[in-house]
Each structure stands twice: as C-alpha cells, then as structure tokens.
C-alpha cells in the first residue's frame, strides 16, 4: 500500500528518520525498567553507599542485555510473545501460572507508577488529584486509539525525558576518580544493609514484564528475521542506554548526598537533593520521574494485556481497534483504571499493592529461564540459536539474576513473619 | 478490485461459525462421545480387560485430505521409554485411557509419516485457522469421536472454560466442556510435512476466503506457521492476498522468503503493488529479486521503481489496453474480453499513429459500439484525463475530484501513455494504515 505522505520527506530528513526508526521496542522496555520504584532505589543506592555500588551496575548490564537481546530475537524469529511459546513450548499450566502472578505483580507496578506521576506533578504544586486521571486518560488513548508505531513514537518522547538525569550527574559535580575506580573494581561492603539493596538493585534492573514487552512489541511492529540486525542494535543499546541512565542517577545523587542513608521514594530523592545540589537538580529528578513514570504506566500494563491474551490464545495487538481485540484492550483499560485510582486512595491500599510486586521475584527465574531454554533450541531459532559462547554467558546471568530475585522473595516473606 | 464480494459482517461470521458447531453438537449422542485429548494424556493404556502397561504420551492422527483426520496410532510412555501403538492394535478410546486389543505388540519408537501429526505436540495449544470464523485461533483442547472406521479428530475447543478445565486437578481434566466447538472441517491446521494430498483439501477450504480475509490471517500468524499457509496457496491467490497485506508485514514477509519464490509472487501481484513491495529493498536485495525473475516481468517493474512513490508514476499500473486509430472496434472488443483483470481496465486508450494520446475511451462505451466501427469513430471531443508520469500525488487527486473519472492516464512527456492510475488507489494511499481492511469491513 502506497503512503504518500510519509515519502514525500527529503532524502536527509529520512536518513535521520531510519536512524530513529532503529530505536523501538528495546529503548522503550529497557527504559521503562527505570521506573518511579527503580529511580527511588538507584537514588537510594546512591545516597547510601555512594559510588560502592557502580561495579554491580556493570554486571546487571551484562545481564540485562543478554536477557533482553535473546527476548527480541525469540520474538523476531517465532512470530509469536514469550508467553505464547511457553504454552505452545511447555506447558499450558506453567504459561497460566506465570501470567496469573505477572497481572497481580503488574497490578501492583501499575499502582507506583501512578503514584509516581503524582508525587512527580506535587514536587511542581501541582495536585494529583488533578494530574493522575489526566495522566490516566491521555496514556490510555494513545494506546488504545492510536497504532503501534503512533504509540511507540510517544513513548521514545518520554524516554527522552531520561537525559534529565546526566545533566543532574554533571551539575552535581562528582569526583570522577572515585567514579572510576569503583566502576572497574568491586568495592561491596559486607553489611545486610548492602545485600538487601544490590538485590534491590538487581530485581528493579531486570523485571519480566521487561521481557515480555520486548517480544510481544517484536512481533507487534513485524520485526522479523531480515530486520533482526537492527532490532538486535535497538534492544542491546536499550538496555544499555538505560542502565547508563540508571548510573548517573546513583551517581548524581552519591555526589551530593552520598552517605545520607536510604532514600523511599524517588520524590523524596528529589526534596533531599534540592538543598545540596540547587533547584536544578531538583526539577530535573522531577522531570525525569515523570517521564520514567509515564513510560511504565503504559508500557507495564500492555505487557499485562499481552501476557494474558497470549495465554489464553487470543493474542491481538496495539495496533487493532477495541472490537477487535477487546480482551486485549479491557485488560489494559481495567489496569490503567485500578492503577490510578488506587494511586489516589489515602491509606494502606497503595502499600499492600506494591508489596505485591513480591511476585516478581517469584515469576523472574521462572521467565529467565524459559527464555534461556528456548533461546538454546535449535528446532525454534534454527541458525539464530544461541552460541556456545553465549550460551554460557547467558546461563551464569539467568542463575544469578534468579538466584537474586529468589533472595528478595525469601527476605519479604521472612520480613512478614517477622524473622530477619 | 472493483468487484469484490462483500465482506461478511461479524454477525454472519459468527453465525456461520455457530451453526458448524450446532450441527457438530446437536447430535447429545455425539456431544457424550466426545472425548477430550487434554484429558486423555497422561491416562492409562491398558491391555483390554488387563494390566497398565504405561501412560498415554500423544495421539497421532493423519491429514488425509478428508474432513475429520483418522488417529493412526498413539505414543505411550513406558517407564522412561516412548513408544508407538499402531491404531489396528488400539480397541478402545474412552475418557480412563485406552485400551490395546492383546498384550502382544512391539514397542517401537514413533516415526512420522509424511501428514502424520502429534496432535498433543503440534496441535494443542498452537496456532490453527478458523476457515468460517475467519481468524487465528489457539486449541484449547480437541476431540475426538469414534466414526464408523475407527477414532477421528472431529473438533476443535478455543473456550476459556477448556482452559481453566485444564489448570484443574486431573480428574476434571477427562469431561469435555465443549463451550465454544469448532468443526474440525473448518479448520487449517499447520505443523505437518507438505504432502501432495494435503493440499487438495487445504486449497478447497481457504479459497472460501477473501484475500483480504487471508491477508489478517497472515498477519496474526506465527512466522512458520505464516510461511506454511503462503506455501498452501496457489501462486495467484497468495499475490491477492499479498496486495492486501500491510506495507510492513509485507515487506517482513518478502525479506524471509527465497528471493525465487519473492520473484513468482511478485510476477503474479498487480505491476504497482509490486512495485511499491519491491521499493523499500536496498540495492543487493533487488539484484536477487530482478535476477530470479522473467525478463517480462522484471522489464514492467523496473520503469515503475524510476518513479517516487508519490508521483504519479510511483502509483501507476503499467497493465495497460492500448487501441490505434485505425482499429476495428471488434478486434478491441475481443482483447478486452482475453484480459485477465477486466474489471481492472477501466478504459481503452486510443493512440494515434505516433502513439500518442488521443482519447481515453470507457469499456462500456467500447462495448456497446458497433463493432463494424474504427476505433477513431469513438474518438470524444473531449480531452482525454491524463497526468504526466512526474506529476505529483496530490495533481492526481485533482484530477480525478474535478473530473469525477474513476482513472487517471498516466503519460510521459510526449503524450504516450504509460500506466494508469485507478480511483481505488488512490483511495489507498489517501487513506492512513488499515484503511484497506477498515474500508471492506465498513461497507458491508
């Protein structure tokens, strides 16, 4: 079909335009992985143990790629979402088991992303009750009225909104040859106080819904095999842009408040960095939460909505219209709904649905290891199976990552019964 | 183009769909036979009357062409140890399991005939397509009913309820809850190794389809899954459907073909929606296409590709009808009637001895002149609609709103005609993604 209104643009202006068009599915779920709950915990990092914690970033961006590059290729060569395989793959019951806790710990995700973009529009006066059901609506109709591409296009916007964080980094001043050393040697701290964040760290890196919105979104856009090249550049600078992001801000908030103990909330790392750093750096850790928070109110609720329709067989997209993919559309309407009203609720609702992002820790060995069992099977991905190579590095990343988030889920639950 | 069957609306999908599985169930004797494959793996085979000798791994059935494909023998795990029970040796298929007629048989490992399939391996819980529904459905379960000559696959449950059946406890596992049963005649299953008798019944069966029809289809499906409904196809009916696919996905599905069987389908496809396929492929690329090609095909989409996409040589079709002055009506009238697209030729285009354009003449005029007549004889005072080959898209759009024509004729410089450029495209290209599908489904 013929398009005349996109080609009508100048050979240079289109150089730039398949330039971006490489940037898609990868920039948006790795990204996304920097959330309002993974800002507060990366400031937190931070402003606990200053730099101490730069060389476990490094190795979860190792992780975080391999994980994420083997999602996108599993989806450009199947045609077919994680979840989707693992039924066909696997088993029905695993595939069910994984979505039912995957929309119960999205839920909970939803709920802090939304409470983000409040606590967000508060640090500029301006009121939630007010901002959340704007946010709410506008994210829901460009998802749902606009098509794929449409939608992506509003989301690598917000992801823009990252680069407020290495102008925060740089306005903060840090002493780069700490920065350095401890980004190329170790420098962990044998505390529980130091175990319980790098697990922290870990768990809010690499997420399943990260990786089930990297394959759906594949298959989505129509990433197929010869495309595969680029969409691998997209998903493996992702990941890696996102860390990098990730990084300026343990790093930004290490060089003004470093040492100050743990931080709650991505707002309160904000109000905590105002004094020290200036009133720049304030709005810009402001600006950044709501775009990180906008971008994750979207996208963790369409992993959500593609998670469960690929389980019970009616997968549809983002790019079809309401009758035709209702499923599809009343789960992401219904997430989008619950999670911002309950942002708004006053009391302990909000408590309780976070701690439901617990679950996470339960599905993320379980997804990992899928992924890694079926990026490894020659009669999926034919030649575009795993190498020896990879295949190793991607196994010591899946065991440690899961073996990490096993660790969190160990700790709440002890953490409830009032051990630990 | 012009003359496409209505597209059916969702009511009439589903009740042609329901209607399938009313007959399928109306029969209670039937809807009580039926036997659930989910519920049946993991059961126990025994020998008749006798002792277990293992558990049920997977039923085999073979795509014979026929409606209801017969089960041809099952896969049993023995200890730790697979093996395979021909269907002669099985006696009975009931919800507790199966039974084997005599302790006496080998146990040999299964090996796939060609058309042979796992129906718990490769069917269950994988991608089919829903003939009469017209969409992709995943198998929540499949049944199974004892016919005259033995045990048929004989439906196909996408039910949610199936589904939940199956999360239960083993025991809920053997009841059929047949909710939402489709008839395994509409069905086009994937996953079996080509065989020339499948195709016959496959072919049948997707050509109730429209190619727009197919075109979703192909869009929803998995990769493998994709390529093997394209292979299933006649080369002419999948460029049908291919001319109705997204851009995009067309372009994804082109780029995994090998470049021999992108050249057939792209011969067979309308000489301007190949072109626009062939259009964003880089240079190395349309090397292989145009060298896999016929020279004749290869010579009409290369002048199209000189052209952008937003001239009106970038849209224009080349398959043209061209009649000199001095022709006989007749002769034209006969051509007209050996054309392969007719109701794609919009109008006769009457040139003169240098080959310029003089007139533009609609086929129904052409038809209902005397075919004694000259072609010049026909000529109009008016001046013919025509746009020069350069002209950008939005002159073409002019030109048709201030003329009302439902085609344009594209010309070079020195008034020869080159293509032409028909209302519905245009329609195409004003009208934003989907629209083609969007358009189908509104009119009807």
């Known amino acids: 079909m013929i398009q005349p209104f996109t080609r009508l643009v100048g050979r240079r202006r289109r150089r730039v335009v398949a330039l971006l068009a490489i940037l ?54 199947s045609g077919e979402g994680l979840v989707s395989l693992i039924r066909e793959q696997f088993s029905l019951r695993i595939a069910s088991f994984a979505v039912v806790c995957l929309v119960v710990a999205n839920l909970g995700l939803v709920v802090s992303e939304f409470a983000g973009i409040g606590a967000g529009f508060e640090l500029f006066g301006v009121s939630r009750y007010l901002a959340v059901p704007i946010a709410a609506v506008v994210i829901w109709a460009v998802v749902v009225l606009g098509t794929y591409r449409y939608a992506e296009r509003v989301f690598l916007l917000l992801s823009v ?22 980004t190329v040697l170790p420098h962990f701290v044998a505390s529980h106080g130091f175990l319980v964040l790098a697990v922290a760290l870990v768990g809010t890196t690499i997420t399943p819904y990260m990786q089930l919105y990297q394959a759906a979104a594949v298959v989505d856009r129509g990433i197929g095999p010869d495309d595969y090249p680029r969409e691998r550049l997209d998903s493996v600078g992702g990941a890696i842009f996102a860390n990098l992001i990730s990084v300026c801000i343990i790093i930004a908030t290490a060089a003004a408040i470093g040492g100050h103990g743990p931080l709650a909330s991505a707002d309160q790392a904000a109000r905590a960095l105002e004094p020290v750093a200036g009133s720049g750096a304030f709005a810009l850790f402001a600006v950044g939460l709501l775009g990180a928070s906008a971008l994750a109110a979207a996208v963790v609720p369409l992993s959500t909505a593609y998670g469960l329709t690929e389980a019970v067989g009616a997968e549809r997209s983002v790019s079809r219209r309401i009758s035709e993919a209702p499923l599809f559309v009343g789960l992401f309407t219904v997430q989008v709904a619950v999670g911002a009203a309950v942002a708004l609720i006053p009391g302990n609702l909000i408590k309780l649905l976070i701690n439901t992002q617990i679950l996470n820790g339960v599905i993320t060995p379980i997804i990992l290891a899928f992924i890694l069992v079926l990026a490894n099977r020659r009669s999926l991905l034919g030649d575009a199976v795993n190498s020896p190579r990879f295949r190793a590095v991607a196994t010591v990343s899946v065991v440690g ?19 630990g | 183009m012009a003359r496409r069957p209505s597209f059916p609306s969702p009511t009439a999908l589903r009740r042609r769909r329901d209607r399938r599985a009313e007959r399928l169930l109306a ?15 993991g059961r126990p085979v025994r020998i008749s009357g006798g002792s277990e000798v293992g558990r049920l791994a997977d039923l085999v059935a073979r795509w014979d062409g026929q409606p209801y494909p017969p089960i041809t023998g099952a896969v049993l795990r023995v200890g730790r140890r697979l093996a395979y029970v021909p269907a002669e040796q099985i006696a009975d298929v009931n919800r507790a399991g199966i039974e084997l007629r005599s302790a006496r048989f080998s146990l040999r490992e299964f090996d796939r005939r060609p058309g042979e399939v796992l129906l718990a391996g490769d069917v269950l819980d994988h991608q ?7 969409r992709v459905v995943r198998a929540s379960d499949l049944y199974l009913a004892r016919v005259v000559d033995g045990w048929r696959l004989v439906g196909v449950d996408v039910g949610y309820q199936s589904l939940l059946r199956r999360l239960g406890p083993t025991r809920w596992r053997a009841r059929p809850t047949p909710d939402r049963v489709i008839d395994w005649a509409a069905i086009q299953p994937f996953g079996v190794d080509p065989g020339p008798i499948r195709l016959r019944r496959e072919n049948r069966e997707l050509s109730r389809l429209h190619p727009s029809e197919l075109a979703d289809i192909l869009e929803e499906l998995g990769r493998t899954e994709r390529h093997e409904l394209l292979d299933t196809l006649e080369p002419d009916s999948a460029a049908d459907v291919l001319e109705e696919m997204e851009p995009d996905e067309l372009r994804t599905l082109l780029r995994d073909l090998p470049p021999a069987r992108v050249a057939q389908l792209l011969g067979a496809m309308e000489p301007d929606e190949a072109a626009d396929a062939l259009r964003d492929l880089d240079d190395d690329e349309l090397h292989e296409v145009f060298s896999a090609m016929t020279p004749a095909v290869a010579s009409q989409l290369r002048p199209l590709l000189a052209f952008p996409e937003s001239t009106a040589g970038g849209l224009m079709t080349t398959r043209l009808l061209v009649a000199r002055c001095d022709d006989r009506v007749a002769d034209v009238q006969a051509e007209v009637s050996r054309a392969d697209d007719r109701h794609d030729l919009a109008a006769v285009v009457a040139v003169d001895d240098d080959g310029r354009v003089i007139d533009d003449i609609p086929v129904v005029d052409l038809l209902v002149a005397d075919p004694d007549q000259r072609v010049e004889e026909l000529v109009s005072e008016t001046e013919p609609i025509t746009v020069l080959a350069t002209a950008p898209f939005s002159d073409v759009v002019d030109r048709l709103i201030d003329t009302r024509h439902t085609s344009v004729l594209v010309v070079d410089d020195d008034q020869r005609p080159m293509g032409r450029i028909l209302a519905d495209d245009v329609i195409d290209a004003l009208v934003p993604t989907r629209g083609r599908h969007r358009l189908h489904v509104r009119h009807s």
């Open chain 2, 128 to 134: 089919l397509v829903d003939v009469d529904g017209v």
């Open chain 1, 401 to 419: 990552v899961s073996a990490l988030a096993l660790t969190v889920v160990a700790q709440t639950v002890l953490g409830w019964l009032g051990v």
């Open chain 1, 24 to 77: 898609g599915p990868g920039v948006i779920a790795a990204n996304a992985g920097n959330d309002a709950g993974g800002i507060a915990t990366y400031a937190s990092a931070g402003a606990q143990f200053a730099y101490r914690t730069l060389f476990l970033m490094v190795l979860v961006t190792v992780a975080l790629v391999v994980v994420q590059e083997m999602s996108a290729r599993l989806g450009a060569y």
């Open chain 2, 27 to 41: 029969n209670r004797a039937v809807a009580n036979a039926l036997v659930s494959l989910a519920g049946l793996v």
């Open chain 1, 161 to 182: 909104a990252f680069l407020a964080y290495p102008v925060a980094l740089i306005l903060g001043s840090p002493d780069w040859g700490q920065v350095a050393s401890n």
